[in-house]
């Protein structure tokens, strides 16, 4: 496995920035690690009276980190333009669901429904380990499915009448559309325009509201894993209730998406949107992630006593094949990693620095770009 990282990483926090990078970096091979550290170390040394770096640990290997472009981006977008676009995307898909069906038959998960003043949301499991929503309205008897994936699992839990809002264009969050559509002659399909939702009959863009009996939709442009991503937020007001935020591949239980479309600036901007809702909002993600991605936050942010206690209850969860979802935004903002790229102590065990016009916005991009590129190894290993 290669380790990416700085050696400038370390200046200042040592020990603990070791212990940090270590679990991600643990099999890295040290065949050059000599020869590495060396460089390393000449190419950052400080001029005259200014503090050195401490060296890097014995058990870390040092590769500069390349600013140009990740060679793999393209082949991650070529698999997920063939994946989302082709007809041979569409029978991998369906390869999926037979899978998952076989080896899930009662879902991924254990899942439990929220009311809320006559105002269901249902989190139905589907796939190796996606999440399908229903939010329905349970006095007009209209339903609002959310990433229909698996057409068979949400028509069970369905009522009279339904309409689709797809998220982002994948087999994986959309594929149930054209069943549900030709099963319901009046199911609406909404989405993004850019992202080639199949059966799209509603086009929306950022700010769009979609009304269903007491149910109040609002898009949210939030591009970056793809062009034309949008997360759906449900107003609690109608119905005296907390706000629900479904988002898709933007944003899990503590991480976020890949940047397939998008950089890490539009990625970033997308997640200053969510974070601008209500702390109580309910984070309700397209994936149950929760402890892989903890996992990840406790390797960055090792001392984060949030994301420990999370972690505690996340396990014992999973340990009963429990979903996790929905957390809050106000939770996400102590240990999401993803979403505190503006803390000073992830920026300096971490973080590039101030970028070259010193922009506060744009150093925080670059954190995120780490943050990412690190998940990435780290989920590979």
């Given amino acids: 496995m290669a380790a990416v990282v700085a050696a400038t990483a370390l200046k200042g926090r040592g020990a603990r920035n ?3 990078l270590r679990g991600i970096l643990a099999g890295a091979t040290a065949n050059k690690a000599s020869h590495n550290r060396i460089r390393a170390l000449q190419s950052h040394s400080s001029p005259e009276g200014k503090e050195e770096p401490e060296p890097l640990s014995p058990e870390l290997e040092y590769i500069p980190r390349k600013r140009g472009k990740n060679p793999m981006k393209a ?13 041979l995307g569409y029978l991998f898909y369906r390869q999926q669901l037979r899978r998952a069906r076989n080896r899930y038959p009662k879902g991924h998960s254990k899942t439990q429904p929220r009311l809320f003043n006559g105002v269901k949301v249902l989190p139905i499991p589907v796939l190796s380990d996606n999440y399908s929503y229903l939010i329905i309205d349970t006095q007009a008897q209209l339903a609002v499915a959310v990433d229909p994936s698996d057409p068979r699992a949400v028509q069970v839990q369905l009522p009279l009448e339904a309409l689709c809002l797809s998220l982002p264009p994948c087999r994986d969050h959309s594929g149930g559309n054209r069943d549900l559509s030709r099963r319901h002659r009046d199911c609406r399909v909404y989405g993004s325009p850019q992202d080639g939702i199949p059966y799209l009959t509603h086009p929306l863009c950022h700010q769009d509201v979609v009304s269903v009996g007491r149910l109040q939709i609002r898009a949210l442009a939030t591009p970056g894993h793809t062009q034309g991503h949008l997360v759906y937020l449900l107003d609690g007001e109608p119905y ?35 974070l601008g809702l209500g702390d109580d909002t309910l984070l309700w993600p397209g994936h149950e992630y929760a402890e892989e991605n903890l996992g990840f ?45 503006h803390c000073l102590e992830l920026q300096e065990a971490l973080g590039p620095g101030p970028g070259p016009t010193g922009d506060d916005d744009y150093s925080r991009a670059q954190l995120l770009e780490e943050l990412r590129r690190l998940k990435d190894m780290h989920k590979s290993k």
């Fill in 18 to 20: 070791a212990r940090v």
């Fill in 75 to 87: 082949v991650g977008l070529a698999w997920y333009s063939l994946y989302t676009r082709t007809w």
């Fill in 297 to 341: 936050a406790g390797v960055v942010e090792p001392e984060n006593l949030a994301r420990e206690r999370k972690m505690q209850w996340v396990q014992r969860q999973r340990m009963e094949r429990k979903g996790t979802c929905p957390s809050t935004l106000g939770e996400e903002r102590s240990y999401n990693p993803f979403l505190r790229t």
């Fill in 240 to 274: 005296k209730g907390p706000s629900c935020l479904f988002s898709g591949d933007l944003l899990f239980l503590s991480g976020c998406g890949r940047t397939f479309e998008g950089n890490a600036e539009t990625m970033l901007s997308s997640l200053d949107t969510v």
